[in-house]
């Protein structure tokens, strides 16, 4: 089994073997991140377990295999980022001397009249609150 961080050898086998399918990566004999980046698309490709360690299927698959003629340059998989949804906002009702603050639930498909809410409130609202501070 060969995984990320592994010297020696039988990294530069598995580099060899991913380099005849294609795969432009460096032959320096350590399992780095090009070396991994790799091991997952091959894994991807072939329908096995991607997880970036080269166990007896995957270096079955590869050495199996007859030379390609693609050149695959490996990159990083992408990551989503997600941001939050917020799950309630907080109005503000002027009400003479104070404000009262009223949670509303917001709904996840109406962000728009969230920010529309949340826009009316920096242009209306806090300019008057300045003042008073003043």
Not at 10 to 23: A, H, K, M
Not at 94 to 104: A, L, Q
């Amino acid at each position: 089994m060969l995984k990320f961080g592994d010297k020696g050898d039988g990294v530069v086998s598995l580099q060899n073997l991913l380099r005849r399918q294609g795969y432009i990566i460096p032959v320096d004999g350590v399992f780095g991140n090009q070396t991994k980046y790799a091991v997952m698309d091959f894994q991807k490709k072939y329908k096995l377990g991607v997880d970036g360690i080269v166990g007896g299927r995957t270096m079955s698959a590869l050495a199996n295999l007859g030379p390609s003629k693609e050149n695959i340059i490996v990159t990083p998989p992408k990551q989503t980022i997600s941001k939050p949804t917020p799950t309630k906002v907080n109005i503000v009702n002027p009400s003479g001397t104070g404000g009262t603050v009223v949670s509303k639930p917001v709904e996840k498909k109406d962000d728009t009249m969230m920010y529309l809410i949340l826009a009316g409130l920096a242009v209306f609202i806090l300019p008057k609150l300045l003042k008073r501070k003043r």
